[in-house]
């Protein structure tokens, strides 16, 4: 079956760093426009960082520009988010998901196919 799981996921405190990684089988993903999604309690889920195909260009949520990073390794399947700076504003179940037909990088959850399970960032002041 096609997964997406993600893992790295955990308890830090404000100000460290914490990478998330995103593993895919069943199929490739070398051609997907990958992303990472976050959903706090309360609030609707909302887009952080996209990378395209290549990895030559990615997008990312104004508020995590400058603190997170994505890049993905298309020979192992994988995508990541390194994330640095860490504020309690991050805390979120963070998503990883794919999408098939991008020409470019979306914000908008409804045009990614393919969602792993979520893993937990809480951080902590």
């Known amino acids: 079956q096609v997964q997406l799981v993600e893992s790295g996921g955990g308890l830090v405190q404000a100000g460290g760093s914490l990478r998330l990684s995103c593993a895919g089988s069943?199929?490739?993903?070398?051609?997907?426009?990958m992303g990472w999604f976050r959903q706090a309690p309360g609030k609707e889920r909302e887009f952080v960082a996209g990378?395209?195909?290549?990895?030559?260009?990615?997008r990312y949520l104004d508020s995590v520009k400058g603190r997170f990073t994505i890049s993905r390794d298309n020979t192992m399947n994988m995508v990541y988010l390194q994330m640095n700076s860490l504020k309690t504003e991050d805390t979120a179940v963070y998503y990883c998901?794919?999408?098939?037909?991008?020409?470019?990088?979306?914000?908008?959850?409804?045009?990614?196919?393919?969602w792993g399970q979520g893993t937990q960032v809480t951080v902590s002041s």
């Open positions: 990378i395209s195909y290549n990895g030559i260009s990615s």
């Open positions: 069943g199929r490739s993903f070398s051609s997907d426009v």
């Open positions: 998901a794919a999408d098939r037909r991008a020409g470019t990088v979306s914000s908008w959850p409804n045009n990614y196919d393919y």
